[in-house]
């Protein structure tokens, strides 16, 4: 029992989580901010913000991952 616990604390789906789903608000909320004219290079995706909405849910699914499993080993 005293393994399952040491070896959740190594575990880095909540930390990851964590930051994918950090830096997909800061990418969403600059590419909805930002002007128009920096994706002339992109043929006019706004990439930062599609990137931003895939981190965000790739940090969502992975916090959820994470605390879901944390609950099932610790009951």
């Known amino acids: 029992m005293s393994d ?3 070896l959740h604390l190594f575990d880095l789906k909540t930390p990851l989580g964590g ?4 830096y997909g608000i800061v990418l969403t909320i600059y590419g909805l901010v930002s002007d128009a004219s920096l994706y002339e290079r992109s043929l006019g995706i706004n990439v930062n913000l599609w990137w931003g909405l ?9 916090l959820v991952w994470g605390l879901r499993g944390s609950r ?3 009951g």
Not at 19 to 22: A, D, K
Not at 54 to 62: D, E, I, P, Q, S
Request: charged letters at 5%; zero cysteines; proline letters at 0%.
């Open 19 to 22: 930051l994918l789903l950090f």
């Open 54 to 62: 895939f981190m965000l849910v790739g940090g969502v699914a992975t």
């Open 4 to 6: 399952q616990r040491s």
């Open 72 to 74: 099932s080993q610790s």
